[in-house]
């Protein structure tokens, strides 16, 4: 058995902050502002990116408690021109965590892994920049986080949350230790497609977690793989005997496979509430949602349109929508779902208009080059491009995403914001979408 422990992040442009040294709430017991008491009262809260866990020995541990009365905290610096927080590895973040390593870099910040003294366990803290709106954002975030552990109290679905707490200026969020995202896993597995079964348990956890969270009248909006994590790093090594040509001292011979395969979802910084004023775009590009590309507005059916998209790569292992353009991406979904109903090309958003003429959309006449003609062209319909990475239960999986992948976004809407309406339930599709997996799964349990 081989372990292996992968993250992917994005990189940021930061602004500088002020020099002059705060007091910090970690050392300021009376203080009431939720923005600087975090970690006095006790708040467990959440995180929005992906992170791999490490291990710490018990006698390396107690190595790091033995010396914490010398250590204390590091001297103070400023941050770096792009406004991150600058740390040494072995440092204190605060008292109670001493940094360990780095895992990753973001628009919203850092993740470090550090060890929290007073448990002996490894944790991932998100340090936010110090700019006036990533803490806001932040806080932002904390709310919803905490509204998703009152209710998640199996811890299950979401990213479990230890602690927040304020140090220099910046919010840092402690979380447990999780696995690789689906993606890194993709990427390190050289994009080799999921088995249909583990798809199928993926489905699941994800579509009932997405149930979970309309109910409480919530919108991910940035459902993607790389913010859903395995639980566990472990995987399994196996030949891959569709490369048969391949020797087995070929490192592409063999594919990796997860030991568990346990989710969670994370990133609940762009999370809205359904009755709050919704933000134009939402969304990462290949998982949009047409309602949202044609300015229509948007609710809880753009979280189902990015699970469909999710499964689909998950099953072929690339992005079903490779395109950074609008209307080059209008046009992959009519060929992979068919047109565009009308009553929502007459409807678009003035940003959109140009999207449409005639009443259809403006394809291939719009088109900026052959080159985006030709990717949209070699897109095969949604029943083939399954059909040619699923060999069987191909059906039930088409019959799921044409429920997700369905263009009628105000009929959806009626019903989500209808259903929403009764305390404790759920999108009755949703729940239909979770039934249709475990049918097509009956008598298959994945470890």
């Not at 998640?152 to 690789?180: A, K, T």
């Not at 919704?278 to 507005?297: D, F, K, M, Q, W």
Request: hydrophobic share 40%.
């Amino acid at each position: 058995m081989e372990m292996d422990y992968v993250t992917g992040f994005a990189h940021s442009h930061m602004d500088r902050r002020p020099t002059k040294r705060p007091r910090l709430a970690w050392e300021n017991p009376q203080a009431h502002s939720k923005a600087q008491s975090g970690m006095y009262c006790g708040q467990e809260l959440g995180n929005l990116t992906s992170f791999g866990p490490s291990r710490v020995h018990a006698d390396h541990a107690s190595m790091f408690v033995k010396g914490l009365a010398q250590n204390g905290t590091p001297q103070w610096r400023n941050d770096d021109k792009d406004g991150h927080y600058l740390f040494a590895l072995g440092e204190n973040l605060t008292s109670r965590y001493k940094i360990l390593r780095k895992i990753g870099e973001g628009t919203f910040g850092q993740v470090l892994d550090c060890l929290d003294r007073e448990t002996g366990e490894t944790v991932a803290i998100k340090v936010v920049r110090s700019i006036k709106k990533y803490r806001e954002a932040a806080m932002t975030e904390i709310d919803v986080l905490e509204l998703l552990k009152r209710y998640d109290r199996s811890g299950s679905r979401c990213v479990q949350i230890r602690n927040w707490f304020d140090y220099r200026n910046h919010i840092c969020i402690v979380f447990e230790m999780l696995g690789p995202s689906l993606y890194d896993f993709l990427r390190k597995n050289n994009y080799r497609p999921f088995p249909v079964d583990l798809v199928r348990e993926i489905g699941r956890q994800l579509l009932e977690c997405v149930a979970f969270m309309h109910d409480l009248r919530l919108i991910h909006t940035d459902l993607k793989p790389e913010n859903i994590l395995f639980v566990s790093p472990e995987y399994l090594k196996i030949p891959d005997y569709k490369v048969t040509a391949r020797s087995p001292t070929d490192v592409n011979y063999y594919k990796r496979l997860p030991k568990s395969s346990a989710i969670k979802v994370i990133d609940f910084g762009s999370t809205a509430y359904e009755h709050q004023e919704h933000n134009y775009i939402v969304s990462t590009r290949h998982y949009r949602a047409p309602e949202v590309i044609l300015g229509l507005g948007w609710s809880y059916p753009c979280d189902m349109w990015s699970v469909g998209c999710i499964l689909i790569e998950l099953c072929s292992g690339e992005a079903l929508f490779q395109t950074h353009e609008n209307l080059e991406h209008l046009a992959m979904m009519e060929r992979v779902l068919g047109p565009i109903p009308q009553h929502m090309l007459k409807r678009v958003d003035k940003p959109a208009e140009k999207f449409v003429r005639r009443g259809r959309l403006d394809w291939p006449e719009g088109a900026t080059s052959r080159e985006s003609i030709k990717a949209v062209l070699k897109l095969p319909r949604l029943q083939n491009l399954v059909m040619q990475h699923v060999d069987h239960s191909a059906g039930y999986l088409i019959d799921l995403l044409q429920g997700l992948l369905r263009y009628n976004f105000f009929f959806f809407c009626w019903v989500a914001v209808i259903l929403s309406s009764f305390r404790g339930r759920t999108s009755v599709f949703l729940w239909s979408c979770v039934a249709l997996v475990k049918l097509a799964g009956a008598g298959f349990c994945w470890a």
